[in-house]
């Protein structure tokens, strides 16, 4: 899923190293899962016919009306089309025209999403709690927090949210029975619920007169880098193991992006160079270069480079307090650590352009 810029511009010291400690638990985190609608259509999948209610009934679901609204917004095709097509997969095995809801999808990986399935209903606590293991070390341990994962099937997205609602939601077809590769994946989307959890606990002015559209652009791709490249770093898919194929996708694209980690910093350098200096720039197709599938995400890796340099050195409360900061402190908290380790050749040090650059933004910590 893509962070949803919230303009929040919250005020933060400057954070003092941390000694490492991997053993945080927070007892106000609450995290849970919603099954329902993905068994609901597995359970109709299995039959060789469904009548019309109680179709009707399965589209009614929570999570599966969520699918619906994803689904129309992209295609146009509503709750009935969800049925009709539905029900021609249940009573043909296919579906002859578009397929926007990925039936023929589902229906190939029946066997290994009912696998899945089984499993996470039988060790539901102990999925929860795994889970758990991979955020909590990055998370404040007095931050109270709520977050939910729906299970689907069906659709043509990996994740989402939709509006307001904090629920994030996964289709399994995509994920086949790849056990870890699901919860690294749950606990990336959900750490992003925990980062606007912990933003929208700081008090801050809103006094946006005056400031330029580069220089809130510019902020804002920092704000993502912030978002996107914590959250990669937390839920690092790359210590899965090659044991299924979502699975080594993922840890393809981390090796990819770790191969080129000082091409992805150049760019990221320049998006925001031009994007501060340049009023004709567009803050969208900026974003779409760093943050989206079309180039590999190359921002998320910028950032996740950045996160696992702070955690190496300050620890994981270094990280975890950074969810309650203004993000912009990610950047600056980064450039101050490599300056004071001028010896250390590990670090991907940005240039003197950008640094100025981050220097004049940070003068809009508390105004927006």
């Not at 919250?10 to 068994?39: C, G, M, T, V």
């Not at 606990?201 to 704000?223: C, H, N, V």
């Not at 699975?247 to 320049?270: D, G, T, V």
């Amino acid at each position: 899923m893509k962070w949803k810029l919230v303009f929040l511009l919250l005020f933060i010291a400057y954070l003092p190293a941390y000694s490492q400690d991997n053993s945080i638990k927070n007892r106000y985190l609450n995290i849970s899962i919603d099954i329902e609608s993905a068994e609901a259509i597995i359970e109709l999948l299995s039959k060789p016919k469904a009548d019309t209610i109680q179709l009707r009934k399965v589209a009614g679901l929570y999570g599966n009306q969520l699918l619906i609204k994803k689904v129309k917004g992209y295609s146009g095709a509503g709750e009935d089309v969800f049925i009709q097509t539905l029900k021609e997969i249940i009573e043909t095995g296919t579906v002859k025209g578009n397929d926007e809801y990925n039936w023929k999808l589902v229906k190939s990986r029946l066997p290994e999403i009912k696998k899945l399935l089984a499993h996470i209903i039988s060790n539901k606590e102990n999925f929860i709690s795994e889970v758990k293991s991979i955020i909590e070390p990055y998370t404040p341990a007095d931050l109270n927090a709520t977050a939910k994962a729906c299970f689907l099937a069906g659709g043509g997205s990996l994740g989402f949210t939709i509006g307001d609602d904090p629920t994030f939601n996964v289709a399994l077809q995509k994920i086949g029975n790849d056990l870890n590769g699901l919860q690294y994946l749950v606990a990336h989307e959900l750490y992003h619920t925990l980062q606007d959890v912990g933003q929208k606990t700081r008090s801050y002015k809103k006094e946006s007169d005056g400031i330029t559209y580069t220089s809130k652009a510019s902020y804002y791709l920092l704000y993502n880098l912030w978002a996107e490249g914590i959250a990669t770093y937390v839920a690092d898919m790359s210590k899965l193991k090659k044991n299924a194929a979502f699975s080594e996708e993922q840890i393809a694209h981390y090796q990819k992006n770790r191969e080129r980690r000082y091409q992805n910093f150049q760019l990221f350098e320049a998006l925001v160079y031009r994007q501060f200096n340049d009023t004709s720039a567009d803050y969208q197709s900026s974003y779409d270069i760093a943050f989206s599938t079309a180039f590999d995400e190359t921002g998320y890796f910028v950032g996740y480079e950045m996160a696992r340099q702070i955690a190496k050195h300050q620890g994981n409360q270094a990280i975890a307090s950074l969810l309650i900061g203004d993000p912009i402190r990610f950047t600056i908290d980064y450039i101050s650590l490599y300056k004071s380790q001028p010896e250390d050749k590990s670090f991907i040090r940005f240039s003197k352009s950008f640094e100025d650059i981050v220097s004049k933004l940070k003068e809009l910590e508390n105004k927006l």
